[in-house]
């Protein structure tokens, strides 16, 4: 029985954020991107995914806890036939010719050819 660390991913610039919500125990089964904990930053809440599916062996934190990118969350215990590790996302390109305060998006769509959306605004939200 191999054990997976599950850790606090890249959550910017922000140190000690409080865990606010614990959403799994010990000895339930998560699939992959299931929300594992929340956590809140002066910005913003965000649920911390299950990188692999399995089952919880060992929480890392409680409410209450301050962490950072590395703390351990808890211990996974992969699925059979789950990897290792979850293979991290490619970085997107940087969008070329890009207006400030614009956001790009690009990606395949029906019949395999590219598509690009320029949204172009400075509203909130």
Do not use: C, N, W, Y
């Not at 911390?48 to 962490?67: H, T």
């Amino acid at each position: 029985m191999s054990l997976t660390e599950v850790l606090v991913p890249d959550i910017g610039d922000f140190a000690d954020v409080p865990v606010i919500e614990i959403l799994v125990a010990a000895g339930d089964e998560v699939a992959v991107e299931d929300p594992l904990v929340t956590l809140e930053s002066d910005k913003a809440t965000m649920d911390v995914p299950a990188p692999i599916a399995g089952v919880v062996r060992a929480l890392g934190v409680k409410v209450g806890d301050r962490v950072s990118q590395g703390s351990v969350i808890l211990e996974l215990e992969p699925a059979p036939g789950a990897p290792s590790a979850t293979p991290d996302a490619p970085a997107a390109a940087p969008a070329r010719h890009q207006p400030a305060g614009a956001a790009v998006a690009a990606g395949p769509v029906a019949g395999g050819e590219p598509h690009h959306v320029l949204v172009i605004g400075s509203g909130p939200g």
